[in-house]
């Protein structure tokens, strides 16, 4: 091979590491502002909640319109309109909009518990569109211009938010009038239901727990999750509303309202619990959906965020947050690389020199287990333990989706449109089956694992072991999620 050539890709492989290592090493730093911020947080809640809940019940509380986005969601959609109903709030402040987009069974029953609900003095409005323009955001849109409320709450229809959810969230907008957007911890109804729900869970938590706190706590920009969190009607008009030419609106409003200077609150003391994804294939397409939304708001929000007045660390973190998918497409490279690089490269490194970059790959690597590990013990307190068996099945989930999640990206970076596929949900009906089958995409895991496997065995035949634990994880990830995939989509029991 021609040896410029080599240098080339020897040259994109170790950049490659670098900048994966980069993302690595950051999630330590969310662990220290989580640290940091974690008690102030803590106490100001307290102080709003301890003066402003007591109103709640003896003062004229803002108009509260709760909106249901649906789609072909039979399984789950009773179960929270009847939880919205539920909903303690004053007589006469509270209503209900169910954004009614489906086109099977779910319209009859969405009906008929919404004539349900009325009979009982709920105000429920089903309201349902000509065209599925704008997909969710598009409901949205337009429930929020028939929206009588000046706070909206938004949940997905797996979702069900206790009695208690709204006496515990519209207190922190009646302390702060320039606070546009309050987002809620999820919470998880079926995390006991598989392996795969429960590494879910712990990534989830991940996130919540430790990534939304810090970045919240610290000023940095935080995003709403599309679900479980309640807007002020103006900051939503303020920031441009809905808009549908990303697969995450909800980051990509979140950003728009930040920018015009509203306030967002992370409340992660309020859990509404929600369905995980059970089948992997559903779990995948849920993954693709925000592995390429984020990379679209990131192309169409980053430009005014580097131009912007922000700090250069508010800047920096934004950009980590955005572009967060990248590691996908970094991992398949590395992937791939290892043994060309191999094959090309004579290094050898010095005891002293093998140790410390050892140490500094091992560091990066154990990161994200790091904040997985925190987000348990400050979610669970005791007997978060017992969650860390789960941990190497997470790391191996997080890469055998990287496939996946790589076409996600170079989708989103070639400009090619997509349609907003729903992430189905079992609920407690288990009436409609809905499902996502990709025994394609298993097939092509499961040969990266395969490939990864013999990079492995290679590497520690020629004696090279300082990228052997890497490979180990990549062939162990993409087999199992390749094996998995095929099981799940043949309908082999998950």
């Given at each position: 091979m021609n040896l410029v050539v080599s240098y080339i890709i020897i040259g994109f492989y170790f950049l490659t590491a670098l900048v994966l290592m980069v993302y690595?090493?950051?999630?330590?730093?969310?662990?220290?502002?989580?640290?940091?911020?974690?008690?102030?947080?803590?106490?100001?809640?307290?102080?709003?909640?301890?003066?402003?809940?007591?109103?709640?019940?003896?003062?004229?509380?803002p108009r509260v319109t709760t909106q249901i986005p649906v789609y072909n969601e039979y399984n789950v959609v009773a179960r929270v309109m009847r939880a919205?109903?539920?909903?303690?709030?004053?007589?006469?402040?509270?209503?209900i909009q169910v954004l009614d987009d489906s086109t099977d069974e779910t319209r009859g029953l969405i009906d008929q518990v919404a004539k349900e609900l009325r009979s009982e003095g709920h105000d429920v409005q089903v309201i349902r569109r000509k065209t599925r323009q704008g997909f969710?955001?598009?409901?949205?849109?337009?429930?929020?211009?028939?929206?009588?409320?000046?706070?909206?709450?938004?949940?997905d229809a797996d979702f069900a938010p206790s009695k208690d959810y709204l006496q515990r969230m519209v207190p922190f907008f009646l302390a702060d009038d320039r606070l546009g957007l309050a987002q809620a911890r999820w919470g998880h109804l079926n995390r006991e239901r598989s392996l795969l729900t429960r590494v879910q869970s712990i990534g989830i938590d991940g996130h919540f727990m430790i990534?939304?706190?810090?970045?919240?706590?610290?000023?940095?920009?935080?995003?709403?999750?599309?679900?479980?969190?309640?807007?002020?009607?103006?900051?939503?008009?303020?920031?441009?509303?809905?808009?549908?030419?990303?697969?995450?609106?909800?980051?990509?409003?979140?950003?728009?309202?930040q920018f015009r200077g509203w306030h967002t609150l992370f409340v992660p003391d309020v859990v509404v619990p929600a369905e995980i994804p059970e089948d992997v294939g559903a779990f995948k397409s849920q993954q693709f959906r925000w592995a390429k939304g984020s990379i679209q708001t990131a192309l169409k929000l980053l430009p005014g965020i580097f131009l912007s007045n922000a700090s250069i660390f508010k800047k920096v973190e934004a950009f980590f947050h955005l572009t967060h998918y990248l590691v996908h497409p970094l991992m398949v490279i590395m992937a791939i690389l290892a043994l060309p690089v191999l094959m090309m490269l004579e290094f050898s490194p010095s005891p002293a020199v093998f140790t410390a970059i050892?140490?500094?790959?091992?560091?990066?690597m154990a990161a994200p287990s790091t904040l997985y590990l925190a987000s348990q013990r400050a979610s669970y307190g005791k007997g978060w333990g017992r969650r860390v068996v789960y941990l190497p099945f997470l790391v191996a989930v997080g890469i055998g989706i990287a496939l996946s999640n790589t076409r996600a990206v170079l989708e989103a970076l070639m400009g090619r449109e997509s349609p907003f596929v729903r992430t189905p949900k079992k609920g407690d009906r288990e009436f409609k089956c809905y499902g996502i089958k990709l025994p394609w995409s298993g097939i092509l895991e499961i040969a990266l694992g395969i490939y990864c496997a013999g990079s492995l065995g290679y590497y520690l035949a020629a004696g090279k072991y300082l990228v052997g634990p890497f490979l180990a994880a990549y062939a162990s990830g993409f087999l199992f999620v390749g094996f998995l995939t095929l099981?799940?989509?043949?309908?082999?029991?998950?």
């Open positions: 690595g090493l950051n999630c330590y730093l969310m662990v220290f502002l989580f640290q940091r911020g974690r008690k102030s947080a803590e106490i100001r809640r307290r102080r709003i909640l301890n003066r402003y809940t007591h109103v709640i019940n003896t003062e004229p509380m919205a109903a539920r909903m303690k709030y004053p007589k006469g402040r509270h209503d969710k955001a598009g409901a949205l849109a337009q429930g929020m211009n028939l929206a009588r409320g000046e706070l909206i709450a938004i949940f990534e939304q706190s810090a970045r919240n706590w610290s000023g940095l920009f935080m995003n709403f999750n599309g679900t479980a969190g309640i807007w002020r009607k103006e900051a939503i008009e303020d920031g441009g509303g809905w808009q549908w030419d990303t697969l995450t609106e909800d980051m990509d409003l979140s950003y728009r309202v050892a140490i500094l790959l091992g560091m990066a099981a799940h989509a043949s309908g082999i029991s998950k």
